[in-house]
């Protein structure tokens, strides 16, 4: 059966407005952006939950379900942290830099937190902490506020960030499949989209 014009009419996708395929990563010059923004408005929350996303390449549902103590050993932040993956159940290891100890110690400190509880508490409270669609709104946020589409980027942005700027300094792929938990090569290929990035440096070293 046919549908009414009428009715037909008032279908809109799902999806619009927004910009379909993989979402790009940050470049260096806008995750300092970000940071110095954070930063600059006291932000001590957001400022650790950036840092600690860069870092760490967690997907969003890890990310914001670490408690302190998976990041903290008495009374500091570990150098390295480890957690289990919920994707592939399997322990993925990560690295927090010296500015993301700091950013992660001055959050803990000002919100009172104790070893048990999550890192980033839900300030909506029926929800323990910070949800995955939470998470999506402060990234967008983030990206706005220096200028960039926020529908452009997302949660899988962050993931991608440090494996990509890592890939693009020592084109090391093996070592960006450990850093990402992932159990394929041919995944992490596809994540980071390397085959295309690597078609277009030649292609923009090639002159004819």
């Known amino acids: 059966m046919d549908i009414p014009t009428t009715i037909a009419r008032r279908v809109i996708p799902c999806n619009k407005g927004n910009l379909l395929g993989q979402k790009p990563p940050l470049k260096l010059k806008e995750i300092w952006a970000i940071r110095i923004r954070l930063q600059l408005d006291h932000r001590a929350r957001e400022l650790a939950l950036f840092n600690l ?3 760490s390449k967690l997907r969003g549902c890890e990310l914001v379900g670490l408690r302190a103590h998976d990041v903290v050993q008495g009374s500091h932040v570990t150098p390295r942290a480890i957690v289990m993956q919920k994707k592939t159940q399997m322990p993925l290891q990560f690295e927090i830099t010296g500015q993301t100890r700091d ?3 001055a959050w803990i400190a000002a919100a009172h937190l104790k070893q048990e509880q999550f890192l980033f508490p839900s300030r909506v409270s029926e ?6 669609r939470q998470y999506s709104r402060i990234v967008g946020s983030w990206v706005r506020s220096i200028g960039l589409n926020p529908a452009a980027y997302c949660t899988h942005s962050m993931r991608r960030t440090k494996p990509t700027l890592i890939y693009r300094a020592t084109r090391n792929l093996w070592a960006v499949q450990l850093l990402l938990g992932h ?3 041919e995944s992490t290929v596809r994540y980071l989209g390397i085959e295309v ?3 277009l440096d030649i292609t923009e070293q090639t002159e004819v």
């Open 103 to 105: 950013a992660v110690a």
């Open 197 to 199: 990035d690597d078609a």
């Open 127 to 132: 929800s323990p902490h910070l949800s995955t």
């Open 183 to 185: 159990t394929k090569l």
């Open 53 to 55: 996303a860069i870092d």
